[in-house]
């Protein structure tokens, strides 16, 4: 797999698009065969879509952007990102740079263990079902890897089985068997409900009891990523604005999130901006990622952040972000959609930890955009220049329209269809 040989394009913004990709391509070593998969309009042609989902119509595109000067864990990396939002991509980007020069971040993560479910009712003695079940857990494990022999033969598969008694729910008490299964380089949702479906009429068996839902777990806390970074107290100024106070608003508003969940929920979406572009892009799925963050999130029986903020003892910012990423780089979109298999060679990964580990890194970046802005003069600004050049579009500007365009409506604070028709007819009229 090519890897980045640097991840600091100079100018990067300021290139056309084409410009971009031949860059990005140089820098990450992908020859023409990775990216003319760039310029496949979606990166996806209709004929492959149809074998995705059913009854497709048609593509629905997102921009796709690289953000530059990651360095994790000592390595390059360019990262792809899909969002519509404007300044994600320059707001991960730039906090990475201001990351690199305190050694940029350190990441690491779990096994690739999921946790698959299965719910046993009508049981007299839950108790001793449970003893019954972990007597025969060698067996069970067996069987359990009968459903990917394949898995099995590279190290991964059936790892243990935990029970969880549910004493008091709507519909009277009943066992839950975690069977514990490390699926390598696959998100593993497959190979896990086809585990638990090979297990259950034995569980049945063993307990007397009615095997019902048999399900992988979303909340993957066994599969663990971590990043954390510092940044030096003197790259946080910016304007009029000093770093110390720039550095103790972001403590500050990190203090907020993890006190109120009204605040963390909006605190934690500004995390997913950078986890989910990154999993999107890497063909990924964005939802179990997102329902397994928040219910992360709320393990203490509060919804709280998932990143932390704190004063190093040089007086720099450090931060840390932990979260479940069940990320697959085999099997899935991950290598039916070309673009999900172009972008995970721009990063140069290999390995569903390795990637999990640059989504946790890019989380963590985007977070301090966000709080960075929003410690300082507020993110309006920057989310205006580009929301405007949006409303440009909108209006019908094209080229380098839309940015003289998008620049009246800032300069006069009118940010709106009506303005945008407004100037784009009085530039045209020139
Ligand atoms: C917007 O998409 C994300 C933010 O609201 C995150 C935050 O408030 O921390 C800016």
């Known amino acids: 797999m090519p890897r980045a040989r640097t991840s600091r394009i100079a100018g990067f913004y300021n290139l056309s698009l084409p410009e971009r990709l031949e860059q990005a391509a140089i820098a990450a070593g992908l020859d023409d065969e990775w990216t003319a998969m760039y310029r496949v309009a979606g990166g996806l042609e209709p004929g492959q879509a149809e074998h995705m989902i059913e009854n497709v119509v048609g593509i ?40 690199r020069a305190s050694g940029g971040f350190l990441a690491e993560s779990d096994p690739s263990e999921m946790i698959g479910q299965i719910q046993v009712l009508d049981l007299p003695d839950p108790n001793q079902a449970a003893e019954r079940i972990l007597a025969q857990e060698d067996a069970l494990l067996a069987q359990a890897n009968l459903a990917d022999e394949t898995l099995v033969s590279l190290g991964g598969g059936a790892r243990s089985i935990e029970i969880r008694i549910l004493e008091q729910t709507a519909a009277g008490p009943m066992l839950i068997v975690h069977l514990i299964f490390d699926t390598l380089d696959a998100m593993g949702a497959n190979s896990v409900n086809t585990a638990l479906e090979k297990l259950a009429p034995s569980i049945a ?26 940044v030096a107290v003197k790259s946080l100024a910016f304007d ?9 608003g972001i403590i500050e508003a990190w203090a907020f999130a993890d006190a109120d969940p009204y605040r963390a929920a909006t605190h934690n979406k ?15 799925d964005w939802r179990a990622v997102e329902a ?41 979109a991950t290598r039916v959609h070309p673009l999900a298999r172009a972008n995970l060679a721009l990063l140069g990964v290999q390995h569903a930890r390795e990637l ?5 890194a890019v989380g963590l970046a985007q977070n301090l955009a966000a709080l960075r802005a929003l410690a300082s003069e507020g993110i309006q600004r920057g989310h205006m220049e580009l929301h405007a050049r949006q409303v440009a579009i909108a209006a019908g500007a094209e080229g380098e329209l839309i940015e003289r365009v998008a620049r009246q409506m800032v300069a006069s604070d009118k940010i709106n269809l009506e303005a945008a028709g407004e100037f784009l007819r009085a530039e045209e009229a020139c």
Request: proline letters at 4%; charged letters at 20%.
């Open 205 to 230: 068996q063993l307990t007397g009891g009615r095997t019902q839902l048999r399900i992988l777990s979303n909340l993957a806390d066994r599969r663990l990523a971590r990043a954390r970074c510092q």
């Open 270 to 284: 500004g995390i997913m901006n950078g986890v989910d572009a990154v999993v999107v892009a890497t063909g990924n």
């Open 240 to 248: 009029e604005f000093p770093g110390e106070q720039v550095r103790d």
């Open 292 to 332: 397994g963050a928040h219910a992360f999130a709320a393990r203490s029986s509060r919804y709280r952040s998932l990143s932390t903020w704190s004063l190093g003892k040089q007086g720099q910012l450090e931060g840390t972000l932990e979260l479940p990423l069940a990320l697959g780089t085999i099997g899935g």
């Open 60 to 99: 629905f595109g997102l921009p796709l952007g690289i953000a530059t000067n990651f360095l994790i864990n000592g390595v390059e990396r360019l990262i792809p990102m899909v969002i519509e939002e404007p300044s994600v991509v320059a707001g991960a980007s730039y906090m990475a740079k201001l990351a």
């Open 356 to 360: 999990a580990e640059i989504v946790a």
